[in-house]
């Protein structure tokens, strides 16, 4: 069975899938990918199932080799890959020879993925393959670590497609929770009208927003309330009035008011912006809410439609050789000189 070696890793360099879905009652949240929409979108590039293992790098670094020729998919936030010295296109699939380097280093931040054709076949616990570490559940990768790989279902490399445009900060959608009517309704203005920062102290179980100006959010009762349900996306008051909007692996339940909810298509934007980050934030209905999931829904059933060959600088390819570079050649005494 092919594996991965892993050869060095930083923090934060963790195995996810889509998680564990219908634990929430047992104290345990989804977990999995923080950014699902890249794996959705490294599984189109191989074509294969959104469900399967890849590993996911949270602003760190990585370099791993392959003990057979494997097909690789890069997405989430870019990095500088390079593999036994050349560059390779991010956002991109790509052959990796066996005992071939993959260095991965440079994120601006966000979270970044390596796709395998097969995925990674780590042993699921709870249904899942997926590091939770906040619940204990995985660990970090680390130097030494090896990873079986799947059975691959075959198909080209040399792919590309443009991916969402989420990678710089922007506006983030959000609908209403039960307590967003217990802040005051010059809140609600002074919140939307706000410019936040994407604060560096962030993690996979939530991010910390910091206003551009102007202090910060809160309620007249003061901001302890009854614990209740909590999931993804909620915006949670802290105790210094900062915003901190929950993640893949937020607590079950929590104590502070919530004065709105992301909605999960916008979810990627918030994950993959770089420290300092200009985010803001605006209200939606229900209904607008519904149809943009609806949306977002369909463009993704549809990535495989957007993918296209990756033109590549023949001075960038060692095994150039092996490529079919011209077809239709001939002598050029079998034309038709009577032809004009």
Not at 128 to 145: C, E, N
Not at 217 to 235: K, M, N, Q
Not at 263 to 285: K, M, N, T
Not at 309 to 320: G, K, Q, S, T
Request: hydrophobic share 40%; aromatic share 4%; charged share 20%.
């Amino acid at each position: 069975m092919a594996e991965i070696l892993i050869q060095s890793a930083g923090p934060g360099v963790t195995v996810q899938d889509q998680g564990r879905p219908g634990y929430l009652a047992q104290g345990l949240s989804r977990g999995g990918a923080a950014d699902r929409l890249a794996l959705a979108e490294g599984a189109a590039l191989l074509g294969q199932a959104a469900d399967l293992a890849a590993i996911e790098i949270a602003g760190s670094f990585l370099t791993l080799e392959a003990t057979a020729p494997v097909r690789i998919a890069l997405t989430g936030a870019p990095m500088r890959a390079l593999c036994q010295g050349a560059a390779l296109t991010w956002q991109a699939s790509h052959l990796l020879p066996a005992g071939a380097q993959l260095q991965l280093s440079g994120s601006r931040g966000g979270m970044s993925y390596v796709h395998v054709g097969g995925g990674i076949a780590a042993d699921p616990v709870l249904g899942a393959a997926s590091a939770h570490l906040g619940a204990g559940l995985g660990r970090m990768l680390a130097a030494g670590d090896r990873l079986p790989l799947g059975t691959d279902p075959d198909g080209p490399t040399g792919r590309t497609f443009t991916p969402l445009d989420r990678f710089d900060g922007g506006l983030l959608r959000m609908v209403e929770t039960p307590q967003t009517r217990l802040f005051p309704e010059a809140e609600h203005t002074r919140f939307t009208e706000t410019a936040f920062t994407k604060d560096a102290r962030g993690n996979r179980m939530g991010q910390r927003l910091t206003p551009a100006e102007g202090e910060g959010f809160g309620l007249p009762s003061g901001l302890t309330i009854l614990s209740e349900a909590i999931v993804p996306g909620d915006i949670q008051i802290t105790g210094d009035g900062a915003p901190f909007v929950l993640l893949s692996e937020c607590q079950t339940t929590g104590g502070y008011p919530r004065l709105g909810t992301v909605l999960p298509c916008d979810l990627p934007r918030l994950v993959q912006a770089p420290p300092g980050a200009i985010l803001r934030f605006r209200f939606v209905s229900l209904d607008e809410a519904t149809r943009a999931e609806r949306d977002e829904a369909t463009r993704r059933a549809a990535l495989s439609k957007s993918i296209r060959p990756l033109i590549r600088d023949p001075r960038d390819m060692p095994d150039l050789l092996a490529h079919q570079l011209i077809g239709g050649v001939t002598r050029g005494d079998d034309l038709d000189r009577s032809a004009p």
